[in-house]
């Protein structure tokens, strides 16, 4: 009996000892693939956000590189509107000796002049409003 007793609890505790060897290995392994999926997932997150960053900098840059064409182009009308400017101070100057009838076409001129600024000024505030439009679109409908 003793016997008995004694081969069932070496039994016993190798049983023990094997399931504990056994529920050793499950949990090494779910702690692995915990690991595993954590890693995953900073490696994705980081990838994310090295993507975002990435689109933030080319933006940035590009609007570096509009507002430096529109800084060229608003130089560039600037200079014309001087010389325009100019252009006009010598015609005022000489009308005294024009005569009548170039007077009246100057006037003509000018007013044509001034009508059709009057047209490209309309056209470039309905561009700009429809443009202004769109951007309070896109910001409106921006998730938060």
């Given at each position: 009996m003793k016997v008995a007793l004694l081969v069932a609890v070496i039994a016993a505790g190798a049983s023990w000892k094997v399931q504990d060897w056994r529920y050793g290995n499950e949990i090494s392994?779910?702690?692995?693939?915990a690991a595993e999926a954590q890693t995953k997932a900073v490696d994705d997150a980081r990838a994310t956000e090295t993507a975002r960053y990435e689109a933030v900098q080319a933006s940035e840059r590009e609007a570096r590189e509009r507002e430096n064409a529109q800084r060229i182009a608003a130089n560039r009308a600037r200079a014309e509107s001087?010389?325009?400017?100019?252009?006009i101070a010598a015609l005022e100057a000489a009308m005294p000796e024009r005569?009548?009838?170039?007077?009246?076409?100057?006037a003509v001129t000018a007013g044509r002049l001034l009508n059709d600024c009057t047209k490209e000024y309309q056209s470039m505030a309905e561009t700009a409003q429809r443009h202004a439009s769109d951007v309070q679109t896109l910001i409106e409908a921006w998730p938060q």
């Open positions: 392994q779910i702690r692995q693939s001087d010389s325009l400017r100019d252009d005569t009548e009838a170039a007077v009246r076409e100057y």
